[in-house]
Nanobody
Framework: QVQLDESGGGLVQAGDSLRLSCVFY????????MGWFRQAPGKERELVAA???????YDADSVKGRFTLSRDHANNMVYLQMNSLKPEDTAIYYC????????????WGQGTQVTVSS
């Protein structure tokens, strides 16, 4: 009943910026916490940032001060602005949706590759 469509990944140099976009296809965008996860080769998937319907945000310590998560309720969009990128940020990035009353991210995008060269 919910589909997520991501875009914006690419190959950049250290210090560059990228903006990832996620479109929420469904009727109840305002009922979901939206999160961005990433998974690097050989590593576990980790939560990078999350935002509630009211705009409260969480940022992982590794990206705090560099990444900014925002949502556009009028267009059912979520954005992850990534600045001062580091090679350690290289990973597949996933958009995910969690119902406010749930502890589980139920819906996931297909992932978009971010590669940061040194």
């Amino acid at each position: 009943q919910v589909q997520l469509d991501e875009s914006g990944g690419g190959l950049v140099q250290a210090g560059d910026s990228l903006r990832l976009s996620c479109v929420f296809y469904g009727r109840t965008f305002s009922q979901y916490v939206m999160g961005w996860f990433r998974q690097a080769p050989g590593k576990e998937r980790e939560l990078v940032a999350a935002i509630t319907p009211g705009g409260s945000t969480y940022d992982a310590d590794s990206v705090k001060g560099r990444f900014t998560l925002s949502r556009d309720h009028a267009n059912n969009m979520v954005y992850l602005q990534m600045n001062s990128l580091k090679p350690e940020d290289t990973a597949i990035y996933y958009c995910a949706a969690q119902r406010i009353s749930s502890s589980i991210y139920e819906y996931w995008g297909q992932g978009t590759q971010v590669t940061v060269s040194s």
